[in-house]
């Protein structure tokens, strides 16, 4: 069935690095989403794009973090440098864009900085 | 601004009992409203949805919910946990009118004892 992957599943890097985590949305669905999950602060959404487009970022630490969608089966974030503050679970989420709302996750990228 | 409350942080229950998550919005408009269900070191699954057709929701694994206007309420239940619905679950809502964001409440987590 149709589903989002994100890519590297598990990175682990010293700070100051580059970091890059990659989503495939599902086929068809023209919403996505980038969500950061910690213990203290919980879900966070990131950044949104509808049909590519970048909707609302102000969620995302503008100074080191930049996400893209190079075409409609890619969707990238990038944090540099990486710092320590930044380990956690990154999500990507797609949606279908209709006037049902709902999203679908991806398995996430856990991002370890050291 | 919508805002999704959640009532407990940490819920037990014994297998075989009933399962009563409970989720409350903030909203002069009838939101379009979703639980998920975040598994251990996974992303989160759309458990049900609500978008106004039905009041009462039925989702995967026996899961159903009941929107309560006069209520203001979403909440989550199943006639009787098992061990597999160890997790924890999140009730989102959209506001609708073309915002593709969804606000989430911070989770319960769901313990089954047996």
């Known amino acids: 069935d149709a589903r989002v992957t994100q890519t590297p599943r598990h990175k682990v890097t010293e700070m100051g690095q580059e970091v890059t985590m990659r989503c495939q949305p599902i086929?068809?669905?023209?919403?996505v989403f980038w969500y950061r999950q910690t213990m203290m602060q919980g879900l966070e959404l990131l950044a949104y794009f509808r049909n590519r487009a970048p909707l609302d970022d102000s969620g995302m630490p503008k100074d080191r973090f930049s996400a893209e969608m190079p075409d409609a089966t890619l969707a990238t974030l990038k944090i540099q440098p990486s710092e320590p503050r930044d380990s956690a679970v990154y999500f990507c989420a797609s949606g279908p864009g209709t006037l049902t709302y709902e999203q679908y996750f991806g398995p996430g990228t856990r991002l370890t900085v050291t | 601004a919508q805002s999704v409350t959640q009532l407990g942080s940490h819920v037990s229950v014994s297998e075989g009992a009933l399962v009563l998550l409970r989720c409350n919005y903030s909203?002069?408009?009838?939101?379009?409203l979703f639980w998920y269900v975040q598994y251990p070191n996974q992303g989160l699954q759309l458990l049900l949805k609500y978008t106004s057709a039905a009041t009462l929701v039925k989702g995967i694994n026996g899961f159903e919910a009941e929107f309560k206007k006069s209520e203001t309420s979403f909440h989550l239940t199943k006639p009787s946990a098992h061990m597999s619905d160890a997790a924890e679950y999140f009730c989102?809502?959209?506001?609708?009118?073309?915002?593709?964001?969804?606000?989430f409440g911070k989770g319960t987590k769901l313990s089954v004892i047996p």
């Open positions: 086929l068809g669905h023209n919403t």
């Open positions: 989102a809502a959209s506001s609708g009118a073309g915002s593709y964001q969804l606000t």
């Open positions: 909203s002069s408009v009838p939101p379009y």
